[in-house]
């Protein structure tokens, strides 16, 4: 909400009352980042996030009243319950882990498979020497080419298996769609 997507502010999370320090870094707005605590976390933290004026690294210039865009103090007993979504101000929970139930997210890691056999548009005993395999979604795309690279397809060979990694982000309700591009030349150059 304070800065554009991109940039970074410093975040500091941290147990009320001066203990333990859970996170004492710099984020990229839009990014995840990671809170842990040695052993529980206390009841009342305290979230604070930093503007990081320009050309400046040292965390002590950095974390200073003037520079200081956002506090936020939680109360995250038991008698509370965490959500996944729940917003502390600028910061939302994406995924918690705990001993009961494991690891909790917002995002899906998801497989995607493929079996790649011969072109339908090229003729019958020629074969089709791949060059490039790109996954795209949304918001990333992905090249695969390493696992296709200089592989031939011929009308009679068994098809070519390779894959992809797809994270989902469940925290927006969105329609995914995945393109798949394959490029390949034949013997005589030309290009499918």
Same mark, same amino acid.
């Not at 995840?32 to 400046?56: E, G, H, K």
């Not at 210039?61 to 008698?79: D, F, G």
């Given at each position: 909400?304070?800065?554009?997507?991109? #940039? /970074?502010?410093?975040?500091?999370?941290?147990? !009320?009352?001066?203990?333990?320090?859970?996170?004492?870094?710099?984020?990229t707005?839009?990014?995840?980042? *990671?809170? &842990?605590a040695?052993?529980?976390?206390?009841?009342?933290?305290n979230?604070t996030?930093?503007?990081?004026?320009?050309?400046? @690294?040292? $965390?002590?210039?950095?974390?200073?009243p003037?520079n $200081?865009? /956002? @506090?936020?103090?939680?109360?995250?007993?038991?008698?509370?319950?965490?959500?996944?979504?729940? $917003?502390?101000g600028a910061? /939302? *929970?994406?995924s918690?882990?705990n &001993?009961? &139930?494991?690891?909790v997210?917002c995002?899906?890691?998801?497989?995607?498979?493929?079996? *790649?056999?011969?072109?339908i548009n090229?003729?019958?005993g020629t074969?089709v020497?791949l060059?490039?395999l790109?996954?795209?979604?949304?918001?990333?795309? &992905?090249?695969l080419?390493?696992?296709v #690279?200089? /592989?031939?397809?011929?009308?009679?060979?068994?098809?070519?298996?390779?894959?992809?990694? !797809?994270?989902?982000? !469940?925290?927006?309700?969105?329609?995914?769609?995945?393109?798949?591009? !394959?490029?390949?030349?034949?013997?005589?150059g030309? $290009?499918?």
């Amino acid at each position: 909400p304070f800065e554009a997507s991109g #940039r /970074q502010s410093w975040i500091v999370a941290f147990a !009320l009352g001066g203990g333990e320090v859970y996170h004492d870094k710099p984020v990229t707005v839009g990014d995840v980042f *990671l809170t &842990q605590a040695s052993n529980r976390f206390t009841a009342n933290m305290n979230i604070t996030i930093y503007d990081i004026p320009a050309n400046v @690294t040292d $965390r002590d210039a950095i974390v200073t009243p003037e520079n $200081r865009l /956002q @506090t936020v103090k939680y109360h995250s007993s038991c008698s509370e319950n965490l959500y996944l979504k729940d $917003r502390f101000g600028a910061v /939302q *929970l994406v995924s918690f882990e705990n &001993q009961q &139930q494991g690891l909790v997210s917002c995002f899906a890691s998801t497989q995607i498979f493929f079996d *790649l056999s011969f072109p339908i548009n090229v003729n019958p005993g020629t074969d089709v020497i791949l060059e490039t395999l790109f996954l795209s979604t949304n918001d990333e795309s &992905q090249d695969l080419s390493d696992q296709v #690279r200089d /592989q031939v397809l011929t009308s009679t060979s068994p098809p070519i298996e390779a894959s992809g990694v !797809l994270e989902l982000d !469940l925290t927006v309700r969105q329609n995914y769609v995945i393109i798949t591009t !394959l490029t390949g030349r034949t013997e005589d150059g030309s $290009r499918c």
